[in-house]
């Protein structure tokens, strides 16, 4: 079974900053790519990159520990959201597909 385990939210104020952690841990063969997503209340979840956070986030990946960090610098308050781990992950015993795997999620609160 595979599991992809966050770690690192909480409450911060605006212009603070979260590290979040997240680790692949089971029976796999490969992981493909591995992101984060965020979902804030009454919104559609959405792909967090460099790019839409305005180079505020990094997003940096350990392949020896099957593991993906997301570096959340000058955090504002409309940036409150639960964020997922996702992996495109090829399991074992599971034929030779990658599947998506997400993670619970781990809620970030920033206060103004």
């Known amino acids: 079974q595979v599991q992809l385990v966050e770690s690192g939210g909480g409450l911060v104020q605006a212009g603070g900053s979260l590290r979040l952690s997240c680790a692949a841990s089971?029976?796999?063969?490969?992981?493909?790519?591995m992101g984060w997503y965020r979902q804030a209340p009454g919104k559609q979840r959405e792909l967090v990159t460099t790019?839409?956070?305005?180079?505020r986030f990094t997003i940096s990946r350990d392949n020896t520990k099957n593991t993906v960090i997301l570096q959340m610098d000058s955090l504002k308050p409309e940036d409150t959201a639960v964020y997922y781990c996702?992996?495109?992950?090829?399991?074992?015993?599971?034929?030779?597909?990658?599947?998506?795997?997400w993670g619970r999620g781990t809620q970030v609160t920033v206060s103004s």
């Open positions: 790019i839409t956070s305005g180079g």
């Open positions: 996702n992996a495109k992950i090829l399991a074992q015993g599971m034929g030779f597909v990658f599947r998506d795997y």
């Open positions: 089971g029976s796999f063969v490969s992981i493909n790519t």
